[in-house]
């Protein structure tokens, strides 16, 4: 059975709450594709006005960030529960700004990713190399140990249902991006990875997005690729062409 496609947007820390409804209510036609799976991840003091703004439509709210805890003194931080409550369904974990400006290393990330499962949220696991890591030739060596980290103990029916992105570290927001061989050969070597870790039902039940400048240029050419699911958006999420991201 085929995969069904997934395009998110990463918005980052961009959009107050009146910008962010205005911009829902412009991709409103442009994201209606009933197939393909169409989420914003948002700010989190955005999470209650774009819920309420595409309510009626095919796009589901996801979070940028959450904390392992349910509630506590824990200040700045925002829990599952409360993002559950106020209708968010996805997740962003692991995402490198995360782990390099704000130290996230891989059991922390593992704690996070079972946490979510557990409350009912859908990750959307980030992994990638750094120029740096491309150019010595460890990329899956990299990456490898990144899932296998942070997918530890972490079930085979759980695993189905979560979304790996790849995600360059070098072409995140410079305008340089993998060619179609270079992510599809990655994105299926993190299909292999999940086959051996688990099973091939798992590897190929389990969606794997591109993300790393994807636009409305080369989304196409990158999407006809068997093994890339979907796209993770940051900067074409925030304007009209994410509607031809999403229907590439």
Not at 44 to 69: R, W
Not at 165 to 182: C, H, L, M, V
Request: proline share 4%; aromatic share 6%.
């Amino acid at each position: 059975m085929a995969r069904r496609k997934i395009i998110a947007g990463n918005w980052k820390m961009n959009m107050t709450p009146s910008e962010a409804v205005k911009l829902v209510e412009e991709l409103k036609p442009l994201v209606n594709n009933p197939d393909v799976d169409v989420v914003y991840c948002v700010p989190a003091i955005d999470i209650v006005p774009v819920v309420e703004a595409v309510k009626g439509t095919n796009v589901q709210v996801g979070a940028e960030n959450f904390y392992i805890e349910d509630k506590g003194a824990y200040t700045g931080e925002i829990s599952a529960p409360m993002l559950i409550d106020a209708g968010v369904k996805y997740v962003i974990i692991g995402h490198s700004e995360r782990r390099d400006y704000f130290k996230e290393d891989d059991a922390f990330l593992n704690k996070k990713v079972k946490k979510a499962i557990a409350s009912g949220l859908t990750p959307i696991l980030c992994c990638g190399e750094s120029l740096e890591q491309r150019e010595l030739g460890v990329t899956m060596d990299w990456i490898r140990l990144q899932i296998k980290s942070d997918l530890a103990d972490v079930a085979a029916d759980d695993v189905k249902n979560l979304v790996i992105a790849y995600e360059p570290i070098w072409a995140i927001g410079t305008g340089k991006t993998a060619t179609s061989d270079q992510a599809e050969e990655v994105c299926a070597g993190i299909r292999a990875l999940i086959a051996e870790m688990y099973d091939e039902a798992t590897a190929e039940a389990v969606r794997i997005q591109y993300g790393g400048s994807m636009n409305a240029g080369n989304a196409k050419e990158l999407l006809a690729k068997p093994n890339i699911d979907g796209g993770l958006i940051g900067g074409a999420s925030l304007k009209a062409e994410f509607g031809q991201v999403v229907n590439a």
